[in-house]
């Protein structure tokens, strides 16, 4: 899908690496419980911007990525850009949406047909139930609420009424019972039919015959979802979880904590084997492949009433006011409020299978549960802003508040000066395992961890707002600091880790910055240092 207006799953306008928004992402698979960390996968969010009424009921993505929702006013269009409606003939809702290739099959509300284009590139309308006027003989069959394509034909079921239409040579079928019909799909070369009452059926010659061991399915079945070893596992009203395969019909285990099935009325395969299930609060299960863990993430707080597969990979989701594009397989987890992220997010530190954040409203701690997955949690002894810590070999921590710098032991905080330094960013030496380098509002300051508490090197100069963001160590002595306005910095600093000197040298190096001194440096694997300015690098 060629999106080119979005907001992303989690909104931040800052520059990578500093996250300015309340979440983060972080890579799946860094610690070593990686299912236990499983956060939100990335996703994007369309609003349709064109006036229709907001309640969306299907989804679906043509051949050319162009995306349709069935709706409330008829089938919403979307090209990555632009959205427009064409409405049907009666006026009414669309309800069901399928693809197959460049044609769009519609189940709409006593009305259901296809779409295509015309020789201008407009889409076109055609209904097909006029075809059965016979059969129907002025009867209503209301909503269309399932489409399933087959080699047969394309068939459209409605709560009594099931119509087949072949596309090939224009011959069409329909069956009618006072009783219900339920789901239809066709899978691994079999056509099947829920006849509620009474069980599965499966298309043979011009009817239906009984599915063996399916007479016990008789209440509604939303769904059926093709599982990784071929069988089928199905959604329904009953809550229960049954799986129809080549032995038989059994009750399928499903992770511990994850709904019932009566909580998804759509679901999708998607290429890993794995199973995303859209639930009505307005979140998305993905249940693994051998069906023995799940991660559910929020999308919206509506009714999510569509899933179908994306072109470039991932799905799409319709809720009742969005589209959602899904990221999948994600290698990236999103960590944001509904997993307890607050505030802005200044810095993040990995210790053993932890990591730790410095916020706007203090230090959290993410931790992974192997059943609801990564959580945040507020650590009591920070109640202000925290920008960064750092673990010390004691065990002790620093703590980089909004104005001043201290340690946590036991769970208490201390400032071991009164000075207000500031303090933004800790940067361990590479080549002294007892000093750490401060990055502050004012310039890089050196800290000493030889004695029994952390001592500070000297301020160059406090009227030099000098904000440090980045650094580079070019030897035990000479420190590069990339600055928010002030340019390129070098400090030198004595085998005591005693400030030499601080000198800005962006200007006689050649560097340009342009009107705002904005630089950050970094350094290459090969050594080579490397300044990136607003004018490039």
């Known amino acids: 899908m060629r999106a080119k207006r979005a907001a992303s799953g989690c909104n931040s306008r800052a520059a990578w690496p500093v996250l300015l928004a309340a979440c983060l992402w972080l890579l799946a698979g860094v610690p070593a419980a990686a299912a236990a960390w499983a956060g939100s996968p990335p996703f994007t969010v369309f609003t349709p911007d064109i006036d229709v009424y907001p309640q969306h009921f299907g989804v679906a993505q043509d051949a050319d990525g162009i995306v349709y929702l069935g709706s409330v006013d008829g089938v919403l269009e979307f090209d990555g850009e632009r959205w427009s409606l064409l409405r049907l003939p009666n006026r009414e809702l669309v309800r069901s949406l399928a693809v197959d290739g460049s044609r769009v099959f519609v189940g709409g509300y006593n009305s259901f047909g296809y779409l295509d284009r015309n020789d201008a590139g407009e889409l076109v309308y055609h209904p097909l139930e006029q075809r059965f006027a016979a059969q129907l003989a002025g009867r209503e069959f209301a909503d269309i609420w399932g489409i399933a394509i087959a080699p047969e034909g394309v068939y459209f079921r409605a709560v009594r009424d099931v119509f087949l239409w072949n596309p090939g040579d224009d011959t069409q079928a329909h069956w009618h019972r006072p009783e219900r019909f339920g789901m239809l799909l066709h899978h691994r070369g079999r056509t099947l039919l829920q006849f509620r009452e009474e069980g599965v059926r499966v298309r043979s010659g011009a009817g239906w015959e009984p599915l063996p061991g399916s007479a016990h399915l008789t209440t509604l079945i939303y769904r059926m979802l093709p599982l990784a070893d071929g069988g089928l596992l199905t959604l329904g009203s009953d809550g229960r979880w049954w799986r129809i395969g080549d032995d038989g019909i059994r009750e399928q285990a499903m992770p511990a904590g994850l709904p019932p099935s009566s909580h998804f009325e759509h679901g999708l395969a998607l290429s890993d084997g794995s199973l995303a299930l859209a639930g009505g609060d307005g979140q998305v299960a993905i249940v693994s492949a051998a069906l023995d863990g799940y991660r559910q993430f929020r999308l919206d707080n509506a009714f999510l009433s569509g899933v179908h597969p994306e072109q470039g990979g991932g799905f799409l989701v319709a809720s009742t006011r969005h589209l959602f594009r899904v990221g999948w397989p994600a290698p990236w987890s999103m960590v944001d409020a509904t997993r307890g992220v607050e505030g802005s997010v200044n810095s993040i530190t990995q210790l053993g299978d932890d990591f730790y954040l410095g916020t706007s409203v203090g230090a959290l701690r993410l931790r992974a549960d192997p059943v609801s997955g990564i959580r945040a949690e507020r650590l009591p002894w920070s109640s202000d802003e925290v920008y960064d810590v750092l673990a010390l070999p004691s065990g002790a921590w620093l703590a980089a508040h909004a104005h001043r710098l201290g340690v946590v032991e036991q769970g208490r905080w201390r400032g071991f000066s009164d000075e207000l330094v500031y303090p933004r960013r800790f940067f361990r030496s590479r080549f002294d395992p007892k000093r750490v380098y401060l990055a502050t509002e004012f310039g890089l300051r050196a800290l000493d961890l030889s004695g029994p508490s952390p001592t500070l090197s000297s301020l160059v100069d406090p009227d030099v707002a000098a904000r440090v963001t980045t650094i580079v160590e070019r030897g035990a002595g000479e420190v590069l600091a990339g600055t928010e306005?002030?340019?390129?910095?070098?400090?030198?600093?004595?085998?005591?880790?005693?400030?030499?000197?601080?000198?800005?040298?962006?200007?006689?190096?050649?560097?340009?910055?342009?009107?705002?001194?904005?630089?950050?440096?970094?350094?290459?694997?090969?050594?080579?240092?490397?300044?990136?300015?607003?004018l490039g690098f």
């Open 485 to 534: 306005r002030h340019g390129l910095w070098r400090y030198r600093y004595d085998s005591a880790g005693g400030l030499v000197s601080a000198e800005r040298i962006d200007v006689e190096a050649g560097i340009e910055t342009g009107q705002v001194a904005e630089l950050a440096v970094s350094m290459l694997p090969d050594g080579a240092v490397v300044a990136s300015t607003r």
